[in-house]
């Protein structure tokens, strides 16, 4: 059922949507140029690597978003909206723990005990992680966090609980300091 749900969800948001993934396109080209999108190796579900998509937010020699603009689209996380093409995929999930980069996964994994119970599901582009305000940062002590949230939602993943992390992050979008 989630599989189902994750796949015509991502469906509709990219069919629905598709001009703000045009608009948000023309952005990255207009502000840094091409190429538009970003791949990054991730770790799945049972530690399968994949490439996650996102629009390209950063300059490549600077490693920083490079002004209001792309702050914009990362502090929104319009820059993760390619990732409904990674649901798509069968890579993906609309709602989990977010992926790690292979190297931090590995180095988290040696740190933080059951971390590695956090890849029995698949990786998601929303969690309650992210609608707890715990997004970004690499601090093992932030990491902790996290995997906290990602193993209390394993816990309690069900059809609703999906569907109330998305309207929790939906809100956020809109309302980003409420």
């Given at each position: 059922?989630?599989?189902?749900?994750?796949?015509?969800?991502?469906?509709?948001?990219?069919?629905?949507?598709?001009?703000?993934?045009?608009i948000v396109g023309l952005v990255v080209l207009y502000n840094i140029g091409f190429p538009i999108f970003f791949k990054a190796k991730r770790v799945g579900k049972n530690n399968k690597v994949f490439e996650i998509y996102k629009f390209r937010?950063?300059?490549a020699n600077t490693h920083i978003a490079t002004n209001k603009s792309m702050q914009f689209l990362r502090k929104t996380n319009l820059d993760e909206f390619p990732q409904f093409f990674n649901v798509l995929l069968g890579q993906m999930s609309v709602v989990g723990p977010r992926p790690h980069d292979l190297d931090e996964d590995?180095?988290?994994?040696?740190?933080?005990?059951?971390y590695n119970i956090?890849?029995?599901?698949?990786?998601?582009?929303?969690?309650?992680?992210?609608?707890?305000?715990n997004r970004g940062g690499t601090e093992i002590s932030f990491i902790k966090e996290r995997v906290a949230y990602d193993l209390e939602y394993i816990k309690k993943q069900n059809f609703i609980y999906d569907i109330k992390i998305i309207?929790?992050?939906?809100?956020?979008?809109f309302y980003p300091n409420h």
């Open positions: 059922m989630k599989n189902l749900f994750d796949k015509a969800f991502s469906l509709l948001i990219i069919i629905f949507f598709s001009w703000l993934y045009i937010t950063m300059n590995i180095f988290f994994e040696s740190k933080i005990d059951n956090r890849k029995s599901v698949k990786p998601g582009i929303t969690g309650l992680s992210a609608i707890k305000g309207l929790k992050t939906i809100k956020t979008i």
